[in-house]
């Protein structure tokens, strides 16, 4: 707790310096202007960068011997975020989008201390562009969710957690398009089961809604109605279970028009994404990188005319 700031004014002051994350201002380049008809025609570059279970890790682990020794850490994942976004691409800037797949909060004292406010600063100066809601991010309670929330400069996604009669009404939204050179990349959220793993009084009237029906329809609307080349699902239903509970896995063998699925909730280390098929026989990507911050996923995608023609991705350690 010593090495802790004692002082929370002094803390966030930091916060808005290089001194807790470096200076992360992404670069911004001048491009020449493209028609919409030049756009779809062209090859387009992407690349997904992604976190989950972060877990209030703003600093590296102690250099204690233990294995996750001196990994991670928001100082670093910030240079690294701001090495692949100043890379290039056939001579500019790479296309470059950063997601989170729920509980940033709860796991060391500066969420005991601050409630989840440092860690969203630190995920504002390194310029998330969405994320989605997870278990332990109701710890503070939901009154505490929109305190903290509220601060976000990202939009918090999630499709399947209906807050109508709570505090949060409003405050999250259930997809978003993002556009990328011309190809159009739909983004929904889902959230795992309140009921038996969020205290009833954290999490109050939100309902909970199917994820496979809730992805199904959305997923349709995101290709046909908003015509997305892309369609990625923020999750934090956990990766796979040997019981019957809905997870990653499963969403993606039973729904249609999802391409990505970036997952959490399990803390599953995969070195690089994996696929299951969909209703239709097509493969769906599904990838997680742990807990604590201390790997940053990647997935690079090239598009032609709106249709991915190559994708790779890899999970890099946070050091």
């Known amino acids: 707790m010593d090495a802790l700031v004692s002082n929370r004014r002094q803390f966030l002051k930091l916060l808005g310096t290089t ?22 025609n062209k090859l387009t570059s992407l690349t997904i960068l992604h976190t989950n279970d972060v877990h209030s890790r703003l600093d590296p682990f102690p250099m204690d011997g233990s294995r996750n020794a001196g990994k991670g850490g928001v100082a670093r994942r ?18 470059v989008l950063l997601f989170d797949a729920g509980d940033i909060f709860q796991g060391t004292p500066y969420f005991n201390l601050y409630k989840g406010e440092p860690e969203i600063l630190a995920m504002n100066r390194l310029g998330y562009d969405a994320g989605t809601i997870g278990n332990h991010d109701f710890d503070g309670g939901i009154d505490n969710m929109v305190t ?17 009669n709570t505090v949060m009404d409003g405050r999250t939204m259930p997809y ?54 892309y369609v990625i699902c923020l999750s934090h239903l956990g990766f796979k279970y040997n019981e ?46 742990g807990f604590a911050g201390i790997n940053l996923g990647r997935i690079d995608l090239a598009f032609e005319q709106g249709k991915t023609i190559s994708s790779a991705g890899k999970s890099v350690e946070v050091k």
């Open 244 to 289: 019957p509970t809905v997870s990653d896995n499963v969403l993606a063998a039973k729904t249609r028009n999802i391409d990505l699925i970036i997952g959490g909730h399990t803390h599953t280390f995969l070195d690089a994404p994996v696929a299951v098929n969909n209703l239709d026989g097509q493969p769906v990507w599904i990838n997680q990188v």
């Open 19 to 40: 001194a807790v994350i470096g200076s992360v201002a992404p670069t911004v380049l001048a491009r020449p202007a493209l028609t919409s008809s030049t756009v779809r």
């Open 148 to 164: 903290q929330f509220g601060k976000a400069s990202f939009p918090l996604i999630i499709a399947n957690y209906d807050f109508k």
């Open 78 to 95: 910030a240079t690294l975020v701001r090495q692949i976004r100043q890379e290039q691409v056939d001579g500019r800037p790479r296309n």
């Open 176 to 229: 978003k398009v993002f556009d990328k050179d011309g190809v159009r990349i739909g983004v929904f959220g889902l959230g795992i089961k309140p009921e038996g793993l969020i205290p009833r009084d954290a999490y109050k009237e939100t309902k909970y809604l199917d994820p496979i029906e809730i992805s199904s329809d959305i997923a349709a609307k995101l290709r046909s109605d908003k015509k997305c080349d």
